[in-house]
């Protein structure tokens, strides 16, 4: 099975990163995530058809008030998380990591679980490390960074405490 979810990704993941994809993505993907998850009452997600997928539950930067962002994120070990600020590889970081940085307390749902987690921008000692786990889930993904201009975020989302709170 993961052999061939692994040829399913490598098959998708060079679409992913057309310009069609990355002017469609943002404008669709996010209202389709929306619609699943409350048909599915938080349990499934569009994007984890083919990665792990989590939704991320942050305090907004400058409003303070709650946001929600449907993200791909790439196992790092019991407990932990990596997520990249990638937003298809447009020009701008994406209003998510600038919450993250101004309030790294947050929390993830993941399987209708929420979890409180504590984000950590990871360093540029590990981001060629990083960057190599997330493609061996996510072939090409660091493309992104190139195409975006930008070096894009990284974060490391580190459970703060056990929780089966559900979401």
Same mark, same amino acid.
């Given at each position: ?16 990163? @057309? ?10 993907? +996010? ?26 539950? @942050? ?9 929600? @962002? ?10 932990? #998380? ?21 309030? +790294? ?13 504590? #984000? ?11 960057? #190599? ?27 703060? #405490? ?6």
């Amino acid at each position: 099975m993961a052999s061939l979810l692994h040829t399913v990704r490598s098959a998708v993941a060079p679409l992913t990163r @057309t310009r069609a994809f990355r002017a469609v993505g943002p404008v669709l993907l +996010p209202p389709a995530e929306r619609a699943l998850a409350w048909l599915s009452r938080g349990r499934l997600q569009v994007s984890a058809l083919l990665v792990p997928s989590l939704v991320l539950h @942050t305090t907004g930067a400058r409003s303070g008030e709650p946001r929600d @962002t449907y993200l791909m994120y790439t196992p790092d070990g019991p407990g932990r #998380a990596i997520v990249a600020g990638s937003a298809f590889a447009q020009g701008r970081h994406p209003a998510w990591t600038y919450n993250l940085l101004a309030h +790294p307390e947050a929390s993830i749902s993941v399987g209708g679980r929420r979890i409180p987690v504590r #984000a950590t921008l990871i360093g540029d000692d590990e981001r060629d490390a990083v960057w #190599a786990q997330i493609e061996r889930q996510w072939p090409g993904y660091r493309g992104y960074e190139r195409d975006s201009g930008r070096v894009v975020r990284l974060f490391r989302l580190r459970m703060a #405490a056990a929780s089966t709170e559900k979401a």
